[in-house]
């Protein structure tokens, strides 16, 4: 009896034992379970979409331009008899800049002039003889034509006469003189710079995709390379056709400078907007993955990584606006994207865009 007691105990104790390891057994293949799940989730940060106000603007280069500029001749040769400005000077418009000595040509305005009477007198004359019928009409027809050539003749020297005494054709900013008194000059004699620089033209080109979105009036901002103060100007004029070889449209703009602290030629680095997108969707730069079509961007979705191919538009220094691909509320993952895979688990840290500002 008592050997079948004996017999029952040791099964019962080896029944139990064989209980109690296959319950650590499975606890152990759990554990090990539960760690290999946890250390396949990659962690990632991401934001979410939110649509802002962006305003779309291309960055070009120029150059400015004096409003008007031309380089002071004279139109008749001669003796510069005297000088009537300051270099680096304003002058008025109309203001007498130089006087060339004229005597000669007042000389031969005196005998033009006697000539011109006589020929009138002559004239004169013949008229009375016509009217008596003492000469022809064709004697009358040339002491006539004698008479007009003398007064042309009078025109013509008194109009060089004009031209001795040169004048500034604009008010403007005078440069430096290549003349002195007493110098000869002639018409291909360069004297000095007159430069109106009251306003300034800005010339650039824009892409020809561009080409429809600007217009007339439009304005713009510009920064030159010496002065780091923003400058406003407003577009005036624009060519009618897009240049072949470069495939740009040449435009320019007018911006005051009446407290001249800009110079003609200058170097202008132009802001242009295009247009402004009240509901724009941007992402940090470091969201998006190059690939062989285009560009592609992981959102998180019912805690999976999910690639989507993006059309992508204007950039700023750390954003990137999002044309097509996203939608409002998106999760964005940004940081740790370059190893993930398509439906990855992802634990995300959440973030907010340093530059969000709300739509209007």
Do not use: C, W
Not at 122 to 128: M, S, T, Y
Not at 145 to 153: C, G, N, P
Not at 175 to 196: F, Q
Not at 234 to 263: C, F, H, Q, W
């Amino acid at each position: 009896m008592k050997i079948k007691y004996l017999i029952y105990g040791l099964l019962i104790v080896g029944v139990g034992g064989l209980v109690i390891y296959r319950i650590n057994t499975n606890s152990k293949i759990g554990k090990s379970v539960n760690a290999s799940n946890l250390s396949s989730i990659t962690s990632v940060r991401g934001v979410v979409l939110k649509p802002r106000k962006f305003n779309d603007n291309i960055s070009l280069s120029g150059t400015l331009e004096a409003n008007e500029q031309i380089e002071i001749r004279s139109e008749v040769s001669g003796i510069v008899q005297s000088i009537n400005f300051q270099e680096g000077s304003n002058v008025s418009k109309g203001q007498v800049l130089f006087k060339v000595d004229d005597i000669e040509l007042q000389a031969q305005l005196s005998k033009a002039k006697t000539a011109q009477k006589l020929a009138s007198e002559n004239e004169r004359r013949a008229q009375l003889l016509l009217d008596k019928q003492a000469i022809s009409q064709e004697e009358y027809d040339i002491a006539s034509a004698d008479f007009e050539s003398a007064r042309a003749e009078s025109s013509l020297i008194s109009a060089q006469l004009s031209k001795t005494m040169v004048r500034a054709p604009f008010s403007g900013t005078i440069g430096l003189r290549s003349i002195s008194e007493g110098t000869y000059i002639t018409p291909l004699t360069p004297v000095a710079k007159l430069v109106n620089t009251n306003k300034l033209k800005i010339t650039f080109s824009i892409p020809e995709k561009y080409a429809s979105q600007i217009k007339k009036g439009s304005s713009l901002s510009f920064r030159t390379s010496d002065n780091s103060k923003e400058h406003m100007a407003t577009i005036y004029a624009i060519e009618p056709e897009v240049e072949i070889a470069t495939r740009t449209l040449k435009m320019r703009a007018v911006a005051d400078n009446s407290d001249g602290t800009l110079y003609p030629g200058a170097y202008a680095n132009v802001v242009l907007p295009l247009q402004t997108v009240n509901d724009a969707l941007l992402v940090p730069s470091e969201a998006l993955i190059p690939v062989q079509n285009g560009k592609k961007i992981f959102v998180a979705e019912n805690g999976k990584a999910k690639e989507i191919d993006v059309e992508i538009g204007a950039r700023t220094g750390s954003e990137v606006r999002i044309l097509k691909g996203l939608n409002a509320g998106d999760t964005v993952l940004t940081y740790g994207v370059m190893a993930l895979k398509n439906g990855a688990p992802v634990s995300i840290e959440i973030e907010e865009s340093p530059n969000y500002k709300p739509a209007e």
